[in-house]
């Protein structure tokens, strides 16, 4: 199976880490401006069956985006700002009938997202968006505290506030 990720900023990093590491991906294409980066991120993996492959792109031309994803199980977009590429970048998954997700965290662009949702499901492809720190991570670490909450009974072993710090365990 073939991911693709666009961008290899400091989200793109840990992003690209995490395909690798956690990812069950036999081929990771790498789409960004500044390819040497991205092989300085590459440079610190360790040697995995991955076969990775970077790509110098125009986060704005929607055809060429479209060709590289082609093939791919999904996309993972990484690039910002998210205003200036988050659209064209959803174009090109909508023309090449790949899955999408978005780190997207700007609330000016998220609405003209959600008008793709009939282009989307049409093309059958999901696309997901806001997976980013602000707020992707959040939820995660809310769902997180959720699961351990409901291991332990629903008790709140620790509560934290600004007047109080945490107890050593």
Same mark, same amino acid.
């Given at each position: 199976?073939?991911? =693709?990720?666009? #961008?290899?900023? $400091?989200? #793109? $990093? &840990? ?5 690798? &590491?956690?990812?069950?991906?036999? $081929?990771?294409?790498? #789409? ?23 790509? $110098? ?9 479209? &060709?590289?994803? @082609?093939?791919? *199980? ?11 590429? @988050? =659209? ?31 282009? *989307?499901?049409? &093309? ?11 707020? #992707? ?33």
């Amino acid at each position: 199976m073939k991911a =693709l990720l666009l #961008g290899c900023g $400091e989200m #793109g $990093e &840990e992003a690209l880490r995490d395909l690798y &590491e956690f990812g069950h991906f036999n $081929e990771l294409l790498i #789409g960004t401006r500044t390819v040497s980066k991205a092989h300085l991120v590459i440079d610190t993996l360790k040697p995995n069956t991955t076969k990775i492959s970077v790509h $110098e792109i125009d986060a704005s031309d929607i055809k060429s985006l479209a &060709e590289l994803m @082609e093939g791919c *199980a999904v996309a993972v977009n990484c690039i910002g700002p998210n205003y200036k590429y @988050e =659209l064209p970048i959803a174009f090109a998954a909508i023309r090449a009938k790949v899955n999408l997700v978005d780190i997207n965290d700007e609330y000016e662009v998220t609405p003209k997202m959600y008008d793709l949702h009939n282009d *989307a499901v049409k &093309e059958n492809i999901l696309i997901i968006v806001g997976l980013g720190g602000c707020p #992707g991570i959040d939820n995660v670490l809310a769902r997180s505290a959720a699961n351990q909450r409901r291991k332990d009974g629903n008790k709140i072993l620790q509560r934290l506030s600004p007047k109080r710090k945490a107890r050593k365990s």
